[in-house]
Structure formats: C-alpha cells, structure tokens
C-alpha cells in the first residue's frame, strides 16, 4: 500500500525554510521551543543512512538534489532536520532562498517510530510533499498520511514512485539494502549517465571489433584449408574422405599454413600430418 498526500502550502506567516533558530552544525534541533540533542548514529541506522543518500542521489531527477540531515524551519519554534530529504535545485523565486523538500526520510529503530511520527507529522504540516520513514529492525517502509495522521506501511514488494526520480524505487532496495548497487546502475543508467554510457558503448565497440577480427580470422581459416586441397588436388595427391575432413575442419591456422607449405612438396596426403 502507498500513499501520497497532496501538497499543503505553507502558510505566508510561517518563516522561511532556511532561517535558523539552531546554529546549523551543533548536533541539535528544536522541537517546540525546546533544544534536543541529536546523537550520532551507529550500525545499522548508520549503514543504511549512507545506503539511502546514495540511492536517492542516483535516483533523483536533474531538478533536484539530495541533502542529508539539512535543517529545515518547521515553525516559529521549531527547527528539524530529516535524515535524508529531496528539494529542488531551483532557488524559491520569493525568498531568494531554497525550496522546501519534495520528499523526506527518517530511518527509526521500531521503538523510535513514535518520535518519528511528530517530526513526520510537523514536516507534513510545513508542506513537505511525502515523508517516508524505514524500519530497519523489522525491514519495514511507511509513508506518513497526512489525512490519517499516521504511519501507512508500504508493501514490501511494491515500489515508491515519484516525479523527483528517474524511476521507481523498489522497497525491498530501500530496506534492505538488497542489490542496491544493481539498483543505482539501474537508474543511473536511466539518467543517461556519461561515464556508464561511455563504457557501454566501449564495450560494444570491443565487441564488434572482436568480431570483425574473428571474422577475418575466420575467412583466413577456410580460405588457407581450401588452398591446402586445391594444391594437393593440383598436384594429383588423392585426398581420402577422412584427410579431406581433417583439412576443412581444422580451426588452428598457424596449422593450416605449415600444411599449405608441405602441399607444395609432399609426395602422399599423410605426409602433412606427420608430426600432428
């Protein structure tokens, strides 16, 4: 199940997204007035932190960009930062300033998604488009539901689909960080990546040069094979049927022209293959 809210435009009262009530690099946010201290993260929080700002660079479109822990003005009295969020590249032609994220993640420990839901909620009401939040304990995704006011667990085989990527992003990827590499190559590749693109057509290249050469390599084989009978038959030699099909299905051709040249001298057919 997935499901995305419509967009809710913030107020003209409320500050812009990037005025700071918290000094921006101190490890703390504000939540209603109050300083709280965000600690850093460890395992497995921290690997799929990294997973996850990887996926979503290389899924994002060109508009947009990817930002990791960016603080982000939720009202008068609060200041709070997604573990990952997606913006658009375009500065707000009002403010000067940038726009407010399109999409925001949190990853949550099952116990932590309570904490989550606040923040989700507080994010929904400045108008961030879609919050998502990953479980990494249960390998579970939610998406917040604006009109619900709560978590909608995702399917786990299903996908996130969004204008700001280049193509759906499979949830099994997202939580479990399964082929995640595959899935990146996927969508760079949908992004018309330069260097994938070059080394794509580099090794097609390879390939059709390789078979240009096996190609006349080829020819040369049965060219020499037919040149090695038609000199014996020249010659008078007769050719028995066996000896005839050792010669045509030979593939070795340094073997073929050491036979060509024994062709112009040998005195019986079997001669050639005297020290084969």
Known sequence: MQMSSPSMPASKELPDVDDRIVAPESGYEIDDGKLVRVPPALPPHAERHATLAALLQAYVVDDFKVAV????RISENT????????????????????????????????????ECAKKA???????????????????????????????????????????????????????????????????????????????????????REQGREQGREQAQVEATSRAIVRVLERRGLQIEALDHQRIIGTRDLAQLERWLDRAATCTRVAELFADS
């Open 69 to 72: 822990d960016m603080l982000t």
């Open 121 to 207: 909620s507080q994010l929904s009401g400045r108008g961030v488009r879609r919050v998502f939040a990953i479980d990494v304990e249960r390998e579970r995704a939610f998406e917040w539901s604006r009109d619900l006011g709560t978590w909608s667990l995702l399917d786990p085989s299903g996908t996130i689909d969004d204008p700001t990527l280049i193509a759906p992003l499979a949830i099994d990827v997202l939580v479990r960080a399964v082929k995640a590499d595959d899935a990146m190559a996927h969508a760079l590749l949908a992004k018309r990546n330069p260097v994938l693109v070059a080394a794509i057509e580099q090794g097609r290249e390879q390939g």
């Open 79 to 114: 200041d709070r930062a997604p573990d990952a969020s997606v913006f658009a590249r375009a500065k707000d032609p009002r403010t000067g300033g940038r726009q407010l994220e399109q999409l925001a993640f949190e990853i949550a420990s099952t116990e932590s998604l309570t």
